[in-house]
């Protein structure tokens, strides 16, 4: 009984890990100073996963267009927050493009550009082949894979060898005590 428990807990924590929370900036948060260009440059933003902007009431976190991002100009801004701790869902592949449009603090530096991709694709430099659609988490058919999903399908296995040999690691703990 203490293992099953055990074991459904474990398979119903695992998807968790597959979504990244990113903090804009780390520990510095949504800030003029922050290069957030270098700060991006170093990860991998996979449907799926969030971006956490934190920041004082002298700033804001609009989502604009390449022109917008490029030109600084919240003018036609997608959408606006305020709220000083915004999560935005990373639902779709594609590129975001994110400024604080207060005074000039874009072309200070607050102004971030990021390339949602579904894991690693057979055509590194191309446009992401899908837009608009998420991984699935379809792990019943692991034979025919599309090119594009052979990043997430392999994080899936990654993870399921994992709670298996967590599972495995547990029977016998269990089998001492109960
Ligand atoms: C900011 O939002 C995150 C994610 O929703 C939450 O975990 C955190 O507690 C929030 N922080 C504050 C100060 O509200
Ligand atoms: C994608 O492939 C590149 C090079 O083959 C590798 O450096 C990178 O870590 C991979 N990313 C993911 C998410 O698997
Ligand atoms: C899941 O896999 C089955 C079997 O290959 C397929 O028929 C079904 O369309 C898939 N569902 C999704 C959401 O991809
Ligand atoms: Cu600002």
Redesign the pocket.
Known sequence: MAVAVGLLVLLLAAPAAYAANHIVGDASGWETGVDYTTWASGK?FLAGDTLLFTYGSSHRVDEVNKAGYDGCSASNALQTHSDGNTTIALSSTGSYYYICPILNHCSQGMKLAVTVTA??SSTPGGTPPTTGTPPTTNTTSPSTPTPSRN?AIGRFRWMDAFVAGACLMLVPLLGLVG
């Open positions: 991998t894991g690693n990043g």
